[in-house]
């Protein structure tokens, strides 16, 4: 029998996992959920219900994991601990610093409803986290380091657009070359964040829009770009949709460390990843957790979860057999 998946909120991830089902034999669609109108709304599988977000309490039973796409901002800390009492859930909350107290109200919610909820589930966090952890473990006396890009950054893209004469743009975070040979090669440097990551934006401007102002207001904008080296460069919206329509992303785990009884042999250990698509690869991530929730509920758990508490062969479709053949 296949996995019944949901979608909650069909946007960019949404779409994502609507392919990563397909290319799961195990897991099928059953329904995708939204806020907007459900008839202006055209999926791509075809015979699959669109349904309203307010219709969702009648699926109960028939859906054995839902997917939540909502941002981590506003939507997901309060829908995950809503439908944690409902659903097995898994979601994509990435705002680090909020998930001990995501985790907690998941938690609660999910146990009350008997069900599995699976959090900060992607790359980063997720595939990052766990590349992170295991470093830990296995260099204790070592140093980490975590590069993003080169890909689109989409919150700080949003915040150029909210720029007064800013009708478009595009931003790249880009890991600064230097640095990242610095750590490969086992100096451990201590890197700020300027020496870290640059930012490059291309913009579109309004008719009329002073260019130095926007410029100045984008270089010096907190939290955003302020502490990074960032290059603005103005172009026209042609361009920028025949050049920066992707979204790509990507970036680098690495951790040094020493052994030995006096640490005199040095290691350096590497994740890295290069994504055409952020949220197509997000869904993938997302997809293999949702398997594992599955597998959990069957087993009886519930509770929330991280990547960090549920073993590897939980997301596979392969059995132990298998996984031992081939892959060990």
């Known amino acids: 029998m296949s996995i019944r998946i949901g979608i909650m909120g069909y946007g960019n991830l949404g779409r994502g ?69 409902l659903f097995n859930v898994v979601d994509s909350f990435d705002t680090h610093a909020r998930i001990p107290e995501h985790f907690a109200n998941v938690d609660a919610a999910a146990k009350e409803g008997g069900n599995i909820g699976i959090i900060s589930v992607g790359w980063d966090p997720g595939m990052f986290s766990l590349n992170r952890m295991y470093a830990n473990a296995i260099l204790p006396d070592g140093k980490d380091y975590t590069f993003w890009g080169k890909g689109v950054s989409q919150g700080h893209s949003d915040a150029i657009r909210r720029i007064e004469g800013v009708k478009n743009a595009k931003q790249y975070t880009i890991p600064v070359d230097s640095a990242l040979e610095a750590v490969r090669a086992g100096k ?126 939980y997301l596979s479709a392969k059995d132990g057999a298998e996984l031992r053949k081939n892959l060990l």
């Open 188 to 313: 451990n440097p201590e890197l700020t964040t300027r020496e870290k990551h640059t930012r490059e934006c291309f913009v579109v401007l309004e008719e009329g829009a002073d260019a130095a102002k926007v410029e100045e207001e984008i270089k010096t904008m907190p939290n955003y770009f302020a502490d990074y080296d960032t290059t603005v460069h103005f172009i026209s919206e042609e361009e920028l949709l025949r050049d920066h329509s992707g979204i790509p992303h990507g970036g680098f785990v690495i951790r040094t460390g020493k052994t030995g009884w006096n640490g005199e042999n040095n290691h350096v250990i590497e994740y890295s990843l290069k994504l055409d698509s952020n949220p197509e690869f997000t869904s993938s991530v997302i997809v293999a957790y949702a398997r594992a929730a599955y597998k959990l509920s069957q087993e009886g758990q519930s509770g929330c979860k991280t990547v960090f508490d549920i073993a590897p062969a």
């Open 17 to 85: 996992i609507e392919c990563a089902i397909k290319q799961n034999d195990d897991l099928e669609l059953a329904a995708v959920f939204t806020r907007r109108d459900p008839s202006t709304v055209s999926i791509l599988t075809e015979g699959v219900s669109v349904c309203s977000v307010n219709d969702v309490e009648n699926w109960k039973g028939k859906i054995d994991v839902m997917i939540l796409c909502g941002g981590s901002a506003t939507d997901l800390p309060e829908q995950t601990p809503k439908f944690a009492k």
